[in-house]
């Protein structure tokens, strides 16, 4: 799934960015408020057994959402006023224009939402550890070895990759039950300014499951984690 955000993983969520995400009507991303409590999503030190899976996206959606992803960071403030005028709307936000796409485009890219699917690619160990500084250290093996050395700094409200800091908080609110992942609530840490965008997800799924996503666009780094929530 590279570089389709939590659009697909959402779907799912849209395209290649949580922005998008919201258009799509997938992934519910809203500003998060700074006193938010997002502590219970982190897990505790320990090694937790994990299932790594993959987004099968059609064709036709990655092409779309990544058109509309275009025009929305072309755009974004605009983009996210727009999204305010909606707020709580239980589906995808209504066409417009600066979306870079038409309206029969649009309803296109929704209709193939449905036919993403997550596919487990693999079992194993998810690592959580304190790390010397401050803060929670993942490892992973196998098909989720991208997470190795990120770091979860809740002190700092800020996440550290390999691919730079994540510091834009927003909540996490999935609440389609046709999602490829079902319904889940959680946080996500993005980077800011110019350069790939980086999202860190961690939350939980409506079956109890923990969930963290790792996803670099322009890249093949996406990473998709269920895990079990007791070490």
Not at 119 to 131: D, F, K, Q, T, Y
Not at 167 to 173: F, G, K
Not at 175 to 196: C, F, L, M
């Amino acid at each position: 799934m590279a570089a389709l955000g939590l659009a697909a993983l959402a779907a799912c969520s849209g395209a290649t960015d949580d922005a998008a995400n919201n258009a799509a009507g997938a992934n519910a991303a809203v500003p998060a408020d700074v006193a938010a409590d997002f502590q219970h999503y982190l897990p505790a030190p320990g090694t937790y057994p994990a299932r790594a899976m993959r987004l099968a996206v059609p064709a036709d959606y990655r092409r779309l959402a990544a058109r509309m992803m275009g025009a929305i960071q072309r755009d974004r403030a605009w983009f996210e006023t727009y999204a305010r005028q909606h707020p709580g709307a239980r589906g995808p936000l209504p066409w417009h224009p600066r979306f870079g796409m038409s309206a029969a485009d649009y309803r296109r890219m929704i209709a193939l939402s449905s036919e993403i699917r997550l596919e487990e690619v693999g079992r194993l160990p998810l690592g959580v550890a304190a790390a010397p500084g401050g803060g929670l250290v993942l490892s992973a093996g196998g098909p989720a070895a991208r997470l190795n050395g990120i770091v979860l700094h809740p002190e700092r409200d800020s996440v550290d990759t390999p691919r730079g800091r994540l510091t834009r908080r927003v909540a996490i609110n999935q609440n389609n039950p046709d999602a490829p992942t079902g319904p889940w609530t959680g946080v996500q840490w993005s980077s800011e300014g110019r350069g790939p965008g980086i999202r860190l997800a961690l939350g939980q799924t409506a079956r109890g499951e923990g969930i963290v996503y790792y996803d670099v666009s322009g890249a093949d780094e996406t990473v998709v984690l269920f895990f079990g929530r007791e070490p």
